[in-house]
């Protein structure tokens, strides 16, 4: 299998996250500054509630912070891997149903203060406006894949399937089931370029 030349991005993330592994501080503070905004969205996207999402994020880094010296450059990109261990992370608290849907009477509701600081502030137009043109992309990219590698992608990153519960969905050998998501993949990172 090709590995893809690393981008200058990716080699600094990849290069702290192997001084992290050593337990250095100060690059564990600048990953996080470089990837905590993006990891953040990914796991707002998946539970729909900041203050869960905030948890969620925590536990992320907690593992990132643990688990650093397992990462493999040859595998993935350094945020291929960083954005799997929040998404496992988010679906794993919604499968453990943690994740509750309040309902919410309009007399108990409270809005946030204005003065109210942090990663749940409100949206900005021209963010909805960007976000709406990568939904755009993104789903004219999906719809140039191979059927059988789009339907594969969307059953595991929006459904959350395991690659086992993808291989006995779509009837399939599970290195079949692997297979078309890796493939798939690619072809939407190329597409997505």
Known sequence: ???????????????????????????????YDLTSRCLYGVIVRLVRKAELADEILQETYINVWQQAGTYVAGISAPMTWLISIARNKSLDRLRKGKLELESCPAPS??????????????????????????????????????PSHRQSIMLAYYHGLSHGELAAHMRVPLGTAKAWVRRGLRDLRACCR
Do not use: K, N, W
Request: hydrophobic share 40%.
């Open 1 to 31: 299998m090709d590995v893809p030349e690393m981008t200058a991005d990716s080699q600094r993330l990849a290069d702290l996250l192997r001084q992290i592994s050593c337990h250095d501080h100060a690059a564990f503070r600048q990953l």
């Open 109 to 146: 509701c409270e809005a946030r203060d204005a003065d109210d600081e942090g990663p749940a502030e409100a949206v900005s137009e021209l963010q909805l406006y960007l976000e709406a043109i990568e939904r755009g992309a993104l789903q004219r990219c999906l719809s140039l894949l191979d």
